[in-house]
Nanobody, 115 residues
Framework: QVQLVESGGGLVQAGGSLRLSCAAS????????MAWYRQAPGKQRELVAH???????NYADSVKGRFTISRDNAKNTVDLQMNSLKPEDTAVYYC?????????WGQGTQVTVSS
């Protein structure tokens, strides 16, 4: 059973930075895709960024130029470096990974950006 565990959320002032990390356990293979999603109160969960095992990445327009996703295939970890944070980035951030066609989610970590 694959498990994803996130860390690194917290409270930060606007303009600040945070780094989220996610570690996957329970699989001997690298995830085909690893991603970060977020869900703000009253809103639908949205994709923030994803990264394929070969390296290609994709970002939501709202975070381009501010966030960077990276991964370590050997360790099955994915990080999200978030810079120039804005109050509208406040949300619960979820790690997501696709292993052998199955979708897995972490429990989420709260990111709060104060103005």
């Amino acid at each position: 059973q694959v498990q994803l565990v996130e860390s690194g959320g917290g409270l930060v002032q606007a303009g600040g930075s945070l780094r989220l990390s996610c570690a996957a356990s329970g699989s001997f293979r690298s995830a085909k895709i690893m991603a970060w999603y977020r869900q703000a109160p009253g809103k639908q969960r949205e994709l923030v960024a994803h990264i394929f095992s070969g390296g290609p990445t994709n970002y939501a327009d709202s975070v381009k130029g501010r966030f960077t996703i990276s991964r370590d295939n050997a360790k099955n970890t994915v990080d999200l470096q978030m810079n120039s944070l804005k109050p509208e980035d406040t949300a619960v951030y979820y790690c997501n990974a696709v292993f052998s066609g199955f979708n897995y989610w972490g429990q989420g970590t709260q990111v709060t950006v104060s103005s």
